[in-house]
């Protein structure tokens, strides 16, 4: 090596000494213990060098496969599958000297036997720069690869019932929609109405076999459309199907679930609710995410969940027009608090039979630019839904404490003011501290401010709320148990319940001439809040007969539109300056 170069011959039968010897590292089985073996092929020599070991592996005469462009021996010994990739990973026509790449491809090992190697190569240049070998790696892979398939296995699948599960499901749909450009297809999501009742009462294991019941049926069902379906757990006992929207093939599913959870046997009459989304030509040329068809059913099938009649529903029209209407409210409600648009109402309440107004509910009302006045029933679920209630009430309330320091300052009488709590503020553990300060920033009296707390939020979140009830008590305000008839709180309950006020809503507990019974319960649940100690004030009276009969069992105070509707705060500050009406002049 006098001027530094070495001929071609000498560098390939250095190699080859090299290779030898690698040869017999082989027999010590550091190879084998690696899993890897290496080859070599030189670009000026075209010689391609295999370890003698594994042409096994990689057979036939590779250099004159490359020269000839006969690829026919890759096919040997790669498999099919994977042909196509190793050509294009073998294509040295654009390789750059320094470039490495790799893949991984499954080589015949033995007999039938295909096996995962991991092929790395890196392009080596001559000293002018000009690639001259590649060196190439194959590492077998099989175990690692079989680990990873294991693992995408698992994770695609839901463990409980081994369908595929929510992601997959979502992969899978959109491929299959998106193969299928020609077809409608139906989006059926499901679940049993009630099913955590099923875990109360008969545990979960039990509730684990019914959920795996119901995916092996739908399995069973959807199997032999495997092609053009697909189906899974999305979670609890929640399933998606989405199978080409043939109409009687939709409802045969649905009604072959029906009937199989009817035939599974257990005392307990299981129900499921369907939402169906139908694809559009729209969803398939905007490419909509599944997700979106999916929250489509989703809507479509809580106008039924829980429902006595109806137990499959179509997303159509009004429910399409009900979203967008939600979306509007979403999108301007920020903006609209800013401006200004919320304006607090008051519905006086009253003594009936003297007429004399002894008090208010602060009712908030949007007072849309176009669309003018949207009544809380539209927009107050969406905001519970969405967190923004907890905002909205603190308006609410901030409002209301500026009032009330606006009538004390000008030296009026203030009647008591209440506000609605929501049941989504109960979770704000800094609630009663944010109310404290903002009642005290105004310097409101705390028995001029009463909280109204839904019945049902009593049922569900109890802990929660006889918490905040009660620490709302020890702070001198009064609680109202709004609502009452709404949810299924018995009069028993009403002993620990630490409210001051019973709020009782006659939508819930309508009193009529026919209804005997319910003007008993009436009866009874008035009669039990006096003796109790608890004052009633009922909501919702609409006539003058509600009014007397609501006198004659022992109940005086109420708040109905038969008195007063809920009203901008001047005309409320007008009805405190007019004459009280008696009932008498009423007649
Ligand atoms: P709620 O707290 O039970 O309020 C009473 C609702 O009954 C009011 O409806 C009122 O207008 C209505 N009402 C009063 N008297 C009668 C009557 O004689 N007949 C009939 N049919 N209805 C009567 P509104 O103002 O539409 O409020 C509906 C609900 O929206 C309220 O029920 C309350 O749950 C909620 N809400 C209203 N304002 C607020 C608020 O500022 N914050 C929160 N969290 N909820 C509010
Ligand atoms: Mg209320
Ligand atoms: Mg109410």
Redesign the pocket.
């Given at each position: 090596m006098s001027n530094g170069q070495e001929s071609p011959e000498n560098v390939l039968s250095r190699r080859q000494e090299r290779w030898n010897e690698a040869d017999m590292l082989r027999d010590s089985r550091i190879l084998e213990h690696t899993h890897s073996f290496i080859v070599e092929y030189n670009f000026k020599t075209k010689y391609c060098f295999i370890d003698p070991a594994q042409l096994k592996h990689v057979y036939g005469d590779w250099q004159n496969d490359r020269k000839n462009n006969d690829e026919k021996n890759y096919r040997r010994v790669v498999l099919q599958d994977d042909v196509e990739a190793v050509e294009a990973f073998f294509d040295f026509s654009k390789l750059k000297a320094g470039e490495s790449r790799s893949m991984d491809a499954r080589f015949y090992v033995k007999a039938h036997v295909y096996e995962w190697f991991r092929v790395s190569l890196t392009c080596y240049a001559d000293e002018q720069g000009e690639k001259e070998r590649v060196l190439i790696t194959f590492t077998n892979a099989e175990q690692e690869m079989e680990t990873l398939q294991k693992l995408k296995f698992l994770l695609a699948k839901d463990p409980l019932t081994h369908m595929p599960n929510l992601d997959s499901f979502m992969q899978m749909t959109d491929q299959m929609i998106q193969a299928h450009k020609d077809l409608s297809y139906a989006i059926i999501r499901m679940d049993i109405d009630k099913f955590r009742m099923i875990n109360q009462m008969y545990g979960t294991k039990e509730g684990d076999n019914v959920l795996r019941y119901i995916g092996v049926k739908i399995q069973e069902w959807a199997g032999p459309i495997l092609e053009i379906s697909t189906y899974c757990r999305i979670s609890s006992d929640m399933f998606c199907v989405c199978m080409p929207a043939d109409a009687s093939d939709v409802q045969e599913l649905m009604d072959f679930i029906q009937n199989s959870l009817r035939a599974y046997p257990l005392k307990f009459d299981m129900i499921m609710s369907f939402g169906v989304y139908i694809t559009c030509e729209e969803d398939r040329s905007e490419h909509i995410p599944v997700s979106t068809l999916m929250d489509r059913a989703a809507s479509a099938q809580r106008t039924v969940k829980n429902s006595y009649r109806n137990h499959i529903a179509y997303y159509d029209n009004v429910i399409r027009k009900k979203e967008i209407a939600e979306q509007i409210i979403v999108s301007e409600m920020k903006k609209a608090l800013e401006t200004n648009q919320f304006q607090v109402y008051l519905?006086p309440k009253c003594e009936m039979d003297t007429g004399r107004i002894i008090g208010s509910?602060?009712?908030?009302r949007w007072i849309h630019p176009s669309q003018g006045i949207i009544?809380?029933?539209e927009f107050?679920p969406v905001f519970e839904k969405n967190g923004f209630?907890t905002e909205?009430?603190y308006f609410?309330l901030r409002a209301t404490c500026q009032l009330i320091r606006k009538w004390l300052d000008e030296g009026k009488k203030v009647y008591p003011v209440s506000?609605?709590?929501?049941r989504t503020d109960l979770y704000n553990p800094n609630l009663l501290d944010q109310i404290k300060d903002c009642v005290a920033e105004y310097e409101v009296p705390h028995d001029l401010i009463a909280f109204?707390l839904?019945e049902s939020a009593f049922v569900s979140d109890n802990m929660q709320l006889y918490n905040l009830a009660k620490r709302m008590q020890e702070n001198h305000f009064r609680v109202l148990m709004?609502?009452f008839g709404s949810g299924y709180s018995s009069l028993n309950s009403l002993r620990e319940i630490p409210v001051d006020i019973l709020k009782i809503?006659l939508?819930f507990l309508p009193p009529s001439q026919d209804d005997k019974r319910g003007n008993v319960i009436l009866h009874s649940i008035v009669e039990m809040a006096n003796r109790l100690g608890l004052e009633v004030i009922v909501?919702?009276?609409?006539n003058i007969e509600q009014a007397e009969f609501l006198l004659s069992i022992g109940c005086r105070n109420a708040?109905?539109?038969?008195f007063y509707?809920?009203m901008p705060v001047s005309e409320y500050e007008r009805c405190l300056e007019e004459k009280p009406i008696e009932i008498k002049e009423r007649r």
């Open positions: 519905q509910e602060a009712l908030v009544s809380p029933g107050i209630i909205l009430d609410v506000v609605n709590v929501s109204e839904t709004d609502d809503d939508k909501e919702g009276v609409e708040q109905g539109f038969y509707r809920p």
